[in-house]
């Protein structure tokens, strides 16, 4: 989780989970989807490492959040338990 994100002050223990999300497993990759490094990260995660974590049953779902996702990322939401979304808004208005 180190990515530059100060904990103390965004600490996500003192946030309430959202009743929509309360008791779901899921991660979500939130990132600038046309860089090929993040692409390649969230493609490479959805094939490798998510299905080990769903069927440990660590994580249920997997959801990309990015504005203009090219299609190598869109077409992951054809796999079973991952949402690739239009971007951060709209996944929050799903609600993962």
């Known amino acids: 989780m180190e990515n530059g994100v100060d904990l103390d002050y965004f600490d996500p223990a003192a946030v309430a989970v959202p009743s929509a999300l309360n008791g779901r497993r899921f991660i979500v990759f939130v990132g600038v989807m046309d860089s090929y490094p993040n692409s390649d990260r969230v493609i490479r995660f959805a094939h ?49």
């Open 48 to 96: 490798e490492v998510f299905p080990l974590l769903r069927s440990a049953s660590v994580v249920e779902e997997l959801s990309s959040w990015a504005a203009t996702p090219p299609r190598a990322v869109a077409r992951l939401s054809e796999t079973p338990g991952i949402t690739v979304t239009g971007g951060v808004w709209r996944g929050i208005q799903n609600k993962v």
